[in-house]
Nanobody
Framework: QVQLVQSGGGSAQAGGSLRLSCAAAGRTFTRFYMGWFRQVPGKDREFVAVISSGGSRTMYADSVKDRFTISRDNAKSTVYLQMNSLKPEDTAIYYC???????????????????WGQGTQVTVSS
C-alpha cells in the first residue's frame, strides 16, 4: 500500500504562482515514477507532468510546458509541482499519482498509475 497526501494549492491571480506537494508513505518512494494530473468537472483526468524515480527525467503536457516544474525530494518522499505564470484555464483539481511498477516509465496515461492523492483545488482568477 502507498499513501499519498497532498498539500498546497488554493487560489491565485492570473500570472501568479502556486506550489503543490505530495508526500508518500508506505513503500519505497525512490522506486516510483510520480505524476501530476488535473481534472475539471465533466472532463477526463488530464496529464500534467511526470518525473522518473531518480528525478533525472521529466515530461510535461504541452499546455504547461515552460510554466510548471515537477521535482522530487527522495529523502523526504515528496514530489512537488511548481506552477508559475498561472492561467484561468489551469483551474482544476490536481492529483498526484504513483506508478509503482518495477519497470516504470514516463507515462501520461492515468491508467498506468496505481495510487492517487486526495486531490487539491487550484483556482486561478483573471
Amino acid at each position: 500500500q502507498v499513501q499519498l497526501v497532498q498539500s498546497g494549492g488554493g487560489s491565485a491571480q492570473a500570472g501568479g504562482s502556486l506550489r503543490l506537494s505530495c508526500a508518500a508513505a508506505g513503500r519505497t518512494f525512490t522506486r516510483f515514477y510520480m505524476g501530476w494530473f488535473r481534472q475539471v468537472p465533466g472532463k477526463d483526468r488530464e496529464f500534467v507532468a511526470v518525473i522518473s524515480s531518480g528525478g533525472s527525467r521529466t515530461m510535461y503536457a504541452d499546455s504547461v510546458k515552460d510554466r510548471f516544474t515537477i521535482s522530487r525530494d527522495n529523502a523526504k518522499s515528496t514530489v512537488y509541482l511548481q506552477m508559475n505564470s498561472l492561467k484561468p484555464e489551469d483551474t482544476a483539481i490536481y492529483y498526484c499519482a504513483a506508478d509503482t511498477r518495477i519497470a516504470g516509465s514516463l507515462q501520461s496515461d492515468h491508467h498506468e498509475y496505481d495510487y492517487w492523492g486526495q486531490g487539491t483545488q487550484v483556482t486561478v482568477s483573471s
